[in-house]
């Protein structure tokens, strides 16, 4: 009785360590796969709603979460995965950066009021094209993103301090009298 469990036992280890094996050589060759998010643009158009998106690949978070634990675990893990771990706090403090942003684009926008947009139209496409290179140009592994950030909330700061002297003065001196 007890050699059959033994065997049962020995039969079952076997089939884990082939399916680890397995898994491990299936997870080495998705790493390049999971990388080429690094490649996409920092924000995208939602195509219906038009409002603006982080265009961060979850496949990324995924890669270094597993790298992370495979090295804990003791596995051998590729240089490449490695890279993309050491810029994990990187890619998150970009992520959460520009998710910041783009949430104070969207709530400057809305409080411009109607009868002032079309007065707003210069300062409206300069914040534009200073949004516009994370859209087309710069990706993941772009060197001027902290530039870029920084051109983004300069550009909305000077917008929203336009935004509040206007509705200051359609607020006391045009409805006001």
């Known amino acids: 009785e007890s050699k059959r469990i033994v065997k049962t036992y020995n039969r079952v280890a076997r089939a884990l360590i082939e399916f680890e094996m397995l898994w491990h050589q299936g997870w080495m060759k998705s790493i390049e796969n999971a990388k080429a998010g690094l490649q996409a643009t920092l924000i995208v158009r939602h195509p219906e709603s ?16 597993e790298t992370k634990y495979l090295q804990r675990m003791g596995a051998e893990v590729p240089e490449s ?5 050491l810029q994990e706090e990187k890619f998150k403090y970009y992520f959460n950066e520009l998710g910041y942003a783009l949430k104070e684009y969207s709530r400057v926008m809305g409080t411009i009021p109607a009868v002032a947009k079309p007065l707003l139209g210069p300062h409206l496409d300069d914040l534009e094209k200073k949004i516009s290179p994370g859209m087309y140009i710069l990706t993941w ?16 700061e000077l917008l929203e301090e336009l935004i509040r002297k206007i509705n200051d003065v359609i607020d006391n001196r045009v409805e006001a009298n």
Not at 50 to 65: A, P
């Open 50 to 65: 038009g409002k603006l998106l982080v265009n961060f690949d979850k496949e990324i978070m995924q890669l270094m979460r």
């Open 81 to 85: 995965a490695k890279m993309v771990l």
């Open 141 to 156: 592994t772009s060197m001027n993103i902290d530039g870029y950030l920084h051109r983004i909330h300069n550009g909305l």
